[in-house]
C-alpha cells in the first residue's frame, strides 16, 4: 500500500514490456516517473521508452529480486506474468494490483467461479478435466459452445468453437488433457467493455463503456459512445465496480461484456476480466482528458486519479500484423492519430497499432 | 529532402536533450520512429524516452559525424546549436529545418533585417556594436528601449531594459562591448504566437494562434482561444506562412507577435521567430488532434502534416523553478493535465514542467 503519492523522480516497474508496457511508460514519464521495464525478450518494445530495463527470464528470481529492490512499486502490463514472479517481487516492494487478481484472471475457472460466488453472471460453464467431461458438459449445456482452456488463453489462443454440425469427437481429438472449461455459446447483441481505475483509498473513476467488434476473435474496433441505454452502461460499471472492490484492486481494470437478450435474467454477462490497461481502452489516449495508461500509473504512484471526462467522439481500430503496411495511408488520413508499437517483426495476428479516429460530440 | 516518408523503424536524430527533444522523442516513439538524441549533459530529460543517446559537446566533430550517419534525418530542439556542428551534420544526414533558419534566429541583427527585407514588421532597432551606439541609438530612437545581445538570449537573458527614468550610462556601463541592438519599446496591447509547420513539399498548417502571458520575461501561460478578431490571427498567418516560405523552412515553427496600437501602419509586429516547437505550443499536446511535436516528427520525416483541429479551448500554466513543488496539487486538480520534464535538479527560471487545462468549447 501506497499511503502518499510518489513523487516525480520515483519509479515504477513495469513486467512486461510489450505495447502496453511501453505507453504505460510513456505515461509515467510525462508525469516525471521513470518506467523500469522487465522483460524477458531482447529489444521488447517498452524499452526504448522507459528509463531502466531488466532483460530476464520471469523465472529468474534473483533478476525479479533486484529488479523489485530498484523500483517503488511494481505493476504488470499483463496479466500472465507467473505468480511466482509477482508474488517474490511482492517481497521486496509495494505491487499493484495485487496478486489475487493475477491468479483469478489467471485461470479461466477461478474467474468463473469468483464472478458467481459475487453473483455477477458469466456464460453457462462446465469444468473439463479429462475428455468425458466434454461429453458431460454437451449433454448439460447442449453442442453449441467454446472448449476453452484454462490458462494463457487471449486473443483466442486456445480455443475451439463447437457447434450444432460439428461433430463432439472434434473437440474430444483436439482436447490435450489440459484443464478447461466448456463454456455455452451464448447468443449477444453486442460486446461492450467497461473500464475503471481504482486507487488505494478505494476511489473508483470509471471511463464510458466502449462497444467493441472482434474480428477473428481479436479485438478490430472500438466505439465510444457505444450507443447503449444509460440502464446497460450503469449496469456495466456497478459489475466492474464490485468486481474491482472484492479484488481490493488498484489500478486500471477492464471487464468486457456480452450484452444478451433474454437468455438469462440479466441482459449483461462478464466474458472476461484483465487486471491491467486493456486494448479496448487505447481511445482514451486521444479522446480523454487523463487516459487509461495515466490512471492506471497514478493509481499504482498513490496518486489521485485523472479526469476521465471525455471530450471527442471516437472509433479506435487495431492494426493487426500487414495492416501495418497500409502506415502511410493511415497517417495521411484526416484526423486519423496514428499509434505504432516499434515491433521489430510484423506477424499474423499480431498488434502492431492503432488508429484513433476523433469526431465532435454532437 | 527526404521524397518519400520515412518508414516506422526509422531513426530521427534530434540535437539537444531538454523538454523539448524529450516530447520530440516521445511524439516520434507513437509513430514507430526511433529518436537518437544528441546532448552534451549527461542525464538530459530526452534520453529515457529516446532508443539511443550520444554524449558529446556540440564541438565534437567526430561525434557529430558518427550521430548523422546513424540517423535518417536530424533536426534540432533549439536554435542554438553551433552552426558549424549543424552544418557538419548535414554532410551525412539530411537536416531538416536548413541551417539558414538556425542561422538568422541565432542572431536577433540577422533576424531582424531578413524579418525587415520581406516587409514583416519588426520594433524599431538600432545596431550597437561599441558603447557610441548606445547614444546614438537612443538619439534616435528614444531611450525608451531593451538592449539585447545579438546571440543566445532566451527567457529574458541578454537584455538590460532601459527606460525613460534610467540613466542611458547604466546601459552603457552594463554593455560588455559584444554586438548587440537596441530596441524601441513597444506598447503593445497583446502577444500572440503563431505556430505552423510546413513540410518538404511546401505544404502549410497552422495551429490556434495563443494569446501569451510573460512574466519575469518567461512564457507563463497560453491561451488558446485568444479571442482575437479574425483578421490578426489571418495576419498572423500570413506572416508566418511568408516567414517559413521564405526561409524554406521544414518542421514547427514559432513566431511570437506584438499586437500594438497605432504604432506603426500594421496591427502586429514580431518579436522573434523561434526554428523549432515552441512553449506557446504546449497546450496542442492535449487540445489538438496533432500536436506540435508530433508535426515537427512528421514533417522532417516525410510524412503527411496532422490535422492540426482542436477539439478544447484550453489554458498552458508553466511551472517554472519552485511551480514544481506544487505537483501534488496540480495533479489532483480537477482536468489539470500534468507534464513534468524529469529534471534531477529544481532551479529558479528553469522550466520543470506545464499543466494544460481543458474546457469545453462553446
Known amino acids: 500500500?501506497?499511503?502518499?503519492?510518489?513523487?516525480p523522480g520515483s519509479t515504477i516497474g513495469?513486467?512486461?514490456?510489450?505495447?502496453?508496457?511501453?505507453?504505460?511508460?510513456m505515461a509515467a514519464a510525462?508525469?516525471?516517473l521513470h518506467a523500469h521495464i522487465y522483460s524477458p525478450q531482447h529489444n521488447a518494445p517498452a524499452f526504448e521508452v522507459?528509463?531502466?530495463?531488466?532483460?530476464?527470464?520471469?523465472?529468474?528470481?534473483?533478476?525479479?529480486?533486484?529488479?523489485?529492490?530498484?523500483?517503488?512499486v511494481a505493476t504488470v502490463e499483463f496479466e500472465n506474468i507467473p505468480?511466482?514472479?509477482y508474488e517474490h517481487a511482492a517481497k521486496y516492494t509495494t505491487i499493484a494490483p495485487g496478486q489475487t487478481a493475477l491468479a483469478i484472471s489467471q485461470d479461466r475457472l477461478a474467474e468463473k467461479k469468483f464472478l458467481s460466488s459475487h453473483g455477477i453472471p458469466v456464460?453457462?460453464?462446465?469444468?473439463?478435466?479429462?475428455?468425458?467431461?466434454?461429453?458431460?458438459?454437451?449433454?448439460?449445456?447442449g453442442q453449441d459452445g467454446i472448449l476453452k482452456t484454462r490458462r494463457m488463453g487471449y486473443d483466442g489462443k486456445g480455443q475451439i468453437r463447437l457447434g450444432a454440425n460439428i461433430d463432439p469427437d472434434v473437440a474430444i481429438k483436439a482436447y490435450n488433457g489440459e484443464p478447461a472449461v466448456f463454456e455455452q455459446l451464448v447468443n449477444f447483441n453486442l460486446e461492450i467493455s467497461c473500464l475503471v481505475a481504482r486507487d488505494f483509498k478505494g476511489e473508483i473513476v470509471f471511463y464510458d463503456c466502449p462497444r467493441n467488434v472482434h474480428r477473428n476473435q481479436i479485438l478490430a474496433e472500438s466505439h465510444v459512445p457505444a450507443n447503449i441505454p444509460d440502464d446497460l452502461e450503469k449496469l456495466a460499471r456497478a459489475f466492474a465496480a464490485k468486481i474491482a472492490e472484492k479484488l481490493n484492486y488498484v489500478g486500471v481494470l477492464a471487464v468486457e461484456f456480452f450484452a444478451i437478450g433474454g437468455?438469462?435474467?440479466t441482459p449483461l454477462i462478464v466474458n472476461e476480466i484483465a487486471p491491467r490497461?486493456?486494448?479496448?481502452?487505447?481511445?482514451?489516449m486521444d479522446a480523454c482528458v487523463c487516459d487509461q495508461f495515466e490512471n492506471h500509473i497514478r493509481a499504482v504512484a498513490g496518486w489521485q486519479l485523472g479526469t476521465t471526462r471525455r471530450h471527442s467522439n471516437t472509433m479506435m481500430v487495431n492494426m493487426v500484423g500487414s495492416d501495418m503496411d497500409r502506415w502511410d495511408e493511415v497517417a495521411s488520413s484526416e484526423g486519423a492519430i496514428l499509434h505504432v508499437y516499434g515491433k521489430d517483426e510484423t506477424r499474423d495476428g499480431r498488434k502492431m497499432g492503432h488508429i484513433n479516429y476523433l469526431y465532435d460530440i454532437d
Open 1 to 7: 500500500m501506497i499511503n502518499k503519492p510518489l513523487a
Open 14 to 25: 513495469i513486467f512486461g514490456g510489450g505495447q502496453l508496457g511501453r505507453m504505460l511508460a
Open 30 to 32: 510525462r508525469l516525471g
Open 50 to 72: 522507459s528509463k531502466k530495463q531488466t532483460v530476464a527470464p520471469y523465472t529468474d528470481l534473483n533478476a525479479v529480486k533486484e529488479f523489485a529492490s530498484q523500483v517503488d
Open 83 to 85: 505468480l511466482d514472479t
Open 123 to 141: 456464460a453457462p460453464y462446465f469444468e473439463i478435466n479429462r475428455e468425458t467431461d466434454i461429453v458431460s458438459a454437451i449433454y448439460k449445456l
Open 263 to 265: 437468455v438469462t435474467d
Open 277 to 284: 490497461v486493456h486494448n479496448s481502452g487505447h481511445w482514451t
